[in-house]
């Protein structure tokens, strides 16, 4: 009987912490370069981790713009790094002093709650105000 009670008490301790354990921390993503490229700006963002792969998409968001289209790569010390291809007369367009979020799908609130977003647990980060200088970095 005491060991059936050890058994119950060591599953419900596992159940109550597996959350906890197995949850994903919030890794932070940093803008590395902006450069032109021809008819495209790359706009580089880094991580200390490589980028989740799975069934959503990371979106780039500036001010009340979207960007979608984006590759993928790691280095060697498994750091994470995605370009998003921003079209030059839509970085051209965008204002100075937006706010920048990079999200891993679409999140089901609009850009205005995007910070708050960012400080909670949900894959929403925060990377600062653009400014037409970042295309100098």
Known sequence: M????VLILG???????SGKAFAQEKIVKSIATVKADGEFIDFTLTSPKPF???????????GKTDFYRNKQSFDHDRRGSMTFF?????FNAL???AAIYLTYGQPSTDNNDLEELSKADVPVWSL???SKTLLSK
Do not use: C, E, M, W
């Open 11 to 17: 599953i419900t301790l596992v159940l109550s912490f």
């Open 86 to 90: 921003i079209p030059v007369a839509d």
């Open 2 to 5: 005491k060991r059936i009670s």
């Open 52 to 62: 989740i792969f799975g069934n959503n998409r990371y979106i780039l968001h500036i």
């Open 128 to 130: 600062g105000k653009f």
């Open 95 to 97: 204002q100075d002093s």
